[in-house]
């Protein structure tokens, strides 16, 4: 019923910067809650960054690197991560608790940090 979108992923240099985007399809959509999750090889899926109702959420590894945004009228979800590591590859899921209609996930986007 809704799809979501995900765009902005590629390849970044140690401290450089890349700016994620989820675009969620519908009109007239509310959320509960939208994050960003990733999954590195190997490794299981962790929280990355959630923001649920007026509160905010960052894991301790990309605190103060990492900044979670949204734009309403868009539908559209941000990630904005900012001196990137090495440790920050993986791939990237956006995540929406849709008002009335449940959670849905993003298809994934690669994220690479190497010199």
């Known amino acids: 019923q809704v799809q979501l979108v995900e765009s902005g992923g590629g390849l970044a240099q140690p401290g450089g910067s890349l700016k994620l985007s989820c675009a969620a399809s519908?009109?007239?959509?509310?959320?509960?809650?939208m994050g960003w999750y990733r999954q590195a090889p190997g490794k299981q899926r962790e929280l990355v960054a959630i923001?649920?109702?007026?509160?905010?959420n960052y894991a301790a590894s990309v605190k103060g690197r990492f900044t979670i945004s949204r734009d309403n009228a868009k539908n559209t979800v941000h990630l904005q991560m900012n001196s990137l590591k090495p440790e920050d590859t993986a791939v990237y899921y956006c995540?929406?608790?849709?008002?009335?209609?449940?959670?849905?996930w993003g298809q994934g986007t690669q994220v690479t940090v190497s010199s």
């Open positions: 995540y929406c608790n849709v008002i009335g209609r449940g959670v849905y």
């Open positions: 519908g009109s007239s959509l509310g959320f509960n809650s």
């Open positions: 923001m649920n109702g007026g509160s905010t």
